[in-house]
């Protein structure tokens, strides 16, 4: 079964730095891809970032570029989402998901749980 799970989330000072990860199992990130997204309380979930399972492509909602970066770790199967120079507007719970596909999706149909990101003084 596709399991996803989120940890690293925090509370963190604004210009502060948080990694998050993403662990998978069920399936392997030599093949498909994984997205960020997050959600704010009262705002729609937000796509923040994906990584191709294909070729390792990325990309970057325009709110996050130049601060967070995605990554992965094919051998733990693991994604990442570092997240610098972070912002109140930054605090949201943050989940990855995918839907077994080599490229980036318009659509996820497999969700974590979710791990909180708090960034306030």
């Known amino acids: 079964q596709v399991q996803l799970v989120e940890s690293g989330g925090g509370l963190v000072q604004p210009g502060g730095s948080l990694r998050l990860s993403c662990a998978a199992s069920?399936?392997?990130?030599?093949?498909?891809?994984i997205g960020w997204f997050r959600q704010a309380p009262g705002k729609e979930r937000e796509g923040v970032s994906c990584i191709s399972g294909s070729d390792g492509g990325t990309n970057y909602a325009d709110s996050v570029k130049g601060r967070f970066t995605i990554s992965k770790d094919n051998a733990k199967n693991t994604v990442y989402l570092q997240m610098n120079s972070l912002e109140p507007e930054d605090t949201a719970v943050y989940y990855c998901?995918?839907?077994?596909?080599?490229?980036?999706?318009?659509?996820?149909?497999?969700w974590g749980q979710g791990t909180q990101v708090t960034v306030s003084s």
């Open positions: 069920g399936f392997s990130l030599d093949y498909y891809a």
């Open positions: 998901a995918t839907a077994l596909t080599r490229l980036c999706p318009r659509r996820y149909n497999s």
